[in-house]
Structure formats: structure tokens, C-alpha cells
Nanobody, 115 residues
Framework: QVQLVESGGGLVQAGGSLRLSCEAS????????MGWYRQAPGKQRELVAS???????NYAGSVKGRFTISRDNAKNTVYLQMNSLKPEDTAVYYC?????????WGQGTQVTVSS
């Protein structure tokens, strides 16, 4: 049974920073891709950033230059460093691991940015 456990969410003022972490427990043969999604109230879940097994990264245009995704393969952990946060970054953030053909989701962590 694979579980993803997220941490690091919270309340921060605009311009501040937060670092999210997501660690996988259980047996995973390999992780092809790790990523972060977010869902704001009344909106669809959207991709924030992803990182492939070889390190190639992909970012949503709205966070490029402010957020940085990284991974520690030995720890089956993905991080999301969020700087220069804006109120529009407020959402529930979910981590996502893809281990073909399966994918796994975290339970979500709330990020609230006050103006």
C-alpha cells in the first residue's frame, strides 16, 4: 500500500515563502514523475510543477520563476519551494507520483496567502 504524506502548508502573507514536502511510504519500484497540483475553490485542479525521473522540470506559467520543484529519489520525496507568494496562489496543493501504470495522490495541504 503506497501512501503520499504531504507537509508544509499554512498561512503566509503575500510576498512570503513556504516549502511543501511529499514523501511516499510503501513499496515503489520506480517513480517516473513527481508533481504538484493545486485546486482553488470553484476551480479545476491544475498542474503547478512536475519533475521527471531524469530531472527535467515543467512549470505552470503562473508560477515560473517563483516556484522550484525538486526531488530526492533516495527518500521518495518531492519538494516545492514557493517564493514571492501571491493571494492567487491560495489553494489546496496535492502531490502526485506516477509509477507506470499507476499514479498516487496525496491528501492535500492548504496554502493560504493573505494580502
Amino acid at each position: 500500500q503506497v501512501q503520499l504524506v504531504e507537509s508544509g502548508g499554512g498561512l503566509v502573507q503575500a510576498g512570503g515563502s513556504l516549502r511543501l514536502s511529499c514523501e511516499a511510504s510503501g513499496r515503489l519500484v520506480s517513480i517516473n514523475s513527481m508533481g504538484w497540483y493545486r485546486q482553488a475553490p470553484g476551480k479545476q485542479r491544475e498542474l503547478v510543477a512536475s519533475i521527471a525521473s531524469e530531472g527535467r522540470t515543467n512549470y505552470a506559467g503562473s508560477v515560473k520563476g517563483r516556484f522550484t520543484i525538486s526531488r530526492d529519489n533516495a527518500k521518495n520525496t518531492v519538494y516545492l519551494q514557493m517564493n514571492s507568494l501571491k493571494p492567487e496562489d491560495t489553494a489546496v496543493y496535492y502531490c502526485n507520483f506516477i509509477s507506470y501504470p499507476r499514479q498516487f495522490w496525496g491528501q492535500g495541504t492548504q496554502v493560504t496567502v493573505s494580502s
